[in-house]
């Protein structure tokens, strides 16, 4: 529970999503100190169950229904009346697809990317770690094409110190890092690929640094970007950086020195495979990247 919570009831859930929870539980745990430090009244349940979304980009609609009317009675029987979650699909899921599978849903779905920043700003003057140097943000596809949220990341990111500097396809344009639409799942060579095409678009863009709102980007950028001398970070890592708390396993401590030390130690014919990609290469990872992100909206 948060803070507040210690003194009274609350009903809103933090829905930390199956990444952050069962792979990632440092980002869990990330979240769960970030949000007490600034106040974020939430609770915790025990009983975990996935949202969902999988089962639904793979085509099975009842597998998915039955899986969001089981997280309903979960918070009916906890009294839920509004959900915040660090997990952009979850967030996609919950807003827009669980009004469609369930016409009695009736929980507020919040954006704590907003309330994040609005907390943050509030205690700007007394955030204990600045963070500096130039980043890229990687935007999630659910976060940003379906959900619009594109600005509250990035303005987090600057109130923390950073300077943010956008890739070739950003915002509206960015493209897929791999990790959507079950792509790791059915062909993760071509996600694999995806992935360091994108890292290799921060490189080109002159950033040893990528930060994720995502916990699923994360994933999959970190696992591709061995060699490639770009560093890769979760939104929580910093914002827990700067509000000075601690947080085991943390790669945050890594700077741009030792990036670029990596690259130097990398093995010439990995530096050839993974840094540098042939143009014919890059296009058709940009062109199959961009395929599958137009093939998901036509199912949506």
């Not at 430090?37 to 975990?48: A, P, V």
């Not at 990111?157 to 990790?179: H, V, W």
């Not at 093995?267 to 890059?282: H, L, S, V």
């Amino acid at each position: 529970m948060g803070l507040l919570s210690i003194f009274k009831k609350t009903n809103n859930l933090y829905y930390p999503g199956c990444y952050s929870y069962f792979k990632h539980k440092e980002f869990f745990d990330n979240y769960k100190k970030i949000f007490s430090r600034l106040g974020i009244d939430f609770k915790t349940i025990s009983k975990k169950v996935c949202c969902g979304l999988p089962a639904l980009e793979t085509g099975y609609d009842s597998e998915a229904r039955k899986l969001a009317r089981r997280n309903f009675e979960i918070m009916k029987e906890e009294g839920i009346t509004s959900i915040i979650t660090n997990s952009p699909c979850c967030y996609k899921m919950f807003l827009q697809d669980y009004p469609k599978l369930l016409p009695d849903w009736n929980i507020e779905v919040k954006n704590i990317w907003k309330i994040l920043y609005e907390k943050l700003y509030e205690i700007k003057d007394h955030i204990k770690n600045r963070c500096n140097g130039s980043v890229a943000y990687q935007d999630s596809c659910y976060l940003g094409r379906y959900c619009n949220i594109y600005d509250e990341p990035r303005l987090i990111l600057e109130l923390l110190g950073y300077n943010i500097k956008e890739m070739y396809d950003t915002r509206e344009n960015s493209i897929c890092c791999g990790s959507c639409g079950g792509l790791v799942y059915t062909n993760s060579e071509l996600a694999d690929e995806i992935a360091r095409e994108r890292i290799m678009q921060a490189r080109r863009a002159g950033v040893y640094k990528i930060i994720a709102s995502s916990v699923g980007d994360y994933d999959i950028l970190k696992k591709n970007s061995k060699g490639l001398g770009v560093e890769i970070l979760e939104l929580s890592e910093v914002i827990a950086f700067a509000l000075g708390l601690k947080i085991e396993g943390s790669s945050y401590a890594y700077n741009e020195e030792s990036i670029k030390e990596e690259l130097e130690d990398v093995n010439q014919d990995e530096a050839e495979q993974f840094i540098k990609i042939k143009d014919d290469d890059t296009n058709r990872i940009l062109k199959e990247a961009k395929e599958n992100m137009r093939f998901l909206e036509e199912i949506e």
